[in-house]
């Protein structure tokens, strides 16, 4: 949430939102999208693999969550 917000501040938007609102609804445009991919990425010491990177996965804070949970699960046994 704290990322998205962050975007959202840089663009002049102050709308508050759940996490699971969609994010395109809340104001983040595509490329807004594309920079809260990295963010996150960088954040979490992750890489998002291609077939990740879907309007679904990254409709709303909940489902970029269970991607990542997803990712960090998968990455913890090696």
């Given at each position: 949430?704290?990322?998205?917000?962050?975007?959202?501040?840089?663009?002049?938007?102050?709308?508050?939102?759940?996490?699971?609102?969609?994010?395109?609804?809340?104001?983040?445009?595509?490329?807004?999208?594309?920079?809260?991919?990295?963010?996150?990425?960088?954040?979490?010491?992750?890489?998002?693999?291609?077939?990740?990177?879907?309007?679904?996965?990254?409709?709303?804070i909940r489902s970029i969550a269970r991607m990542v949970?997803?990712?960090?699960?998968?990455?913890?046994?090696?």
């Amino acid at each position: 949430m704290k990322l998205a917000r962050s975007i959202l501040a840089d663009q002049a938007h102050r709308r508050d939102f759940s996490p699971d609102d969609a994010l395109i609804d809340v104001g983040l445009s595509s490329l807004d999208l594309v920079n809260l991919m990295v963010a996150i990425e960088a954040e979490f010491d992750i890489m998002i693999p291609a077939a990740q990177l879907t309007p679904e996965t990254f409709r709303s804070i909940r489902s970029i969550a269970r991607m990542v949970e997803a990712l960090r699960g998968a990455g913890a046994g090696h």
